[in-house]
């Protein structure tokens, strides 16, 4: 059998669906018939997972550490909000125009982590999300300052579906986007792109010296993860109808960091059970304890790095088919 052939069979056998995979969008689907009750919950952890994926192409596909992911998360939100409120209501027009926005400022931002260390990335990031933070925050006749962008009305959904104050069509609405954005970042992790892309993060020497285009790639992911992230701000802005500073936070970027340091780097769905544990610990410790619940959560965290976490994720090794095959 010809190399070509090879690399071919080995793509199409890592992207083939496993069945954990269908009961985990199956289970996201049911969750709106099942738990109506807990739509708006449901609706905080399907923005977070998307935000998360988002971090996860660029950090446990191309090992791009970053710290400043929430520069994307609230330019998506300030962009949707803006749009609803001196533009036009409309949902998936202000969502579409949030990802185009958001795009754009990952290509023009990209070029900061073309270069250089792990940690000079991190202080880069950093830096992005700060400026556009003060440059927020002086430019307050347009995006309210310091006090938040209130009066952000969005239109029925589809021109039909009213947000209701359960939460259903919101919850509706974003468990769609996050779907079909998990849809597409699986694609692309599976493609030859996405193959290349964990080569430059393994060895990105090695990756130069057989001919792959390395910048290109961090380009092209770091746009796509921008956007996807601009996404999860504009569910949020527009299912709230408010922005405010705190969506450029430094504790944003951190919050999704963790939700990845719990749920796993580099297969796409340690953002959404990630997001689903770090939510539900803080709706329960948050309950009983309001003011100490992030003491409780940083135990949690020391916990799971120092003891449970290999234990916990050896028994699961098999949902990564490269482990998968390179144990057999």
Request: net charge positive; aromatic share 10%.
């Amino acid at each position: 059998m010809s190399p070509s052939a090879d690399v071919a069979r080995n793509l199409a056998a890592s992207a083939r669906w496993r069945w954990w995979e269908g009961v985990l969008l199956a289970a996201l689907v049911l969750s709106w018939w099942l738990l109506p009750s807990q739509a708006l919950l449901l609706k905080e952890i399907a923005v977070l997972a998307l935000f998360a994926v988002s971090l996860d192409l660029i950090l446990g596909y191309a090992g791009i550490v970053s710290l400043g992911h929430a520069a994307f998360f609230g330019f998506g939100a300030y962009a949707a909000a803006l749009f609803a409120k001196h533009a036009m209501p409309e949902p998936l027009v202000g969502m579409a125009f949030a990802i185009v926005v958001s795009a754009l400022l990952g290509a023009a931002t990209s070029v900061l982590i073309l270069r250089g260390t792990d940690l000079t990335r991190l202080m880069v990031t950093l830096g992005v999300a700060s400026i556009l933070y003060e440059l927020a925050n002086k430019f307050e006749g347009l995006t309210g300052g310091a006090a938040g962008l209130p009066g952000v009305v969005i239109g029925p959904l589809l021109g039909r579906f009213e947000w209701d104050l359960q939460g259903r069509v919101a919850y509706a609405y974003v468990l769609v986007v996050l779907v079909v954005c998990v849809l597409i970042a699986r694609r692309l992790v599976h493609s030859p792109f996405g193959v290349s892309l964990q080569a430059l993060r393994d060895n990105r020497l090695r990756a130069t010296s057989i001919g792959l285009s390395v910048n290109a790639r961090l380009v092209a992911v770091y746009t796509v993860a921008a956007a996807i992230a601009g996404a999860a701000g504009a569910l949020l802005a527009q299912t709230t109808g408010f922005a405010s500073l705190d969506l450029f936070d430094f504790h944003r970027s951190a919050e999704v960091l963790l939700v990845l340091v719990i749920g796993g780097t580099g297969y796409l769905y340690g953002g959404i059970f990630g997001a689903i544990v770090f939510k539900l610990l803080h709706d329960l410790i948050s309950a009983g304890m309001p003011l100490y619940w992030n003491f409780w959560l940083g135990l949690f965290l020391v916990v799971l790095v120092m003891v449970g976490r290999d234990r916990l994720m050896r028994p699961a090794r098999w949902w990564r088919p490269s482990e998968s095959r390179a144990a057999g």
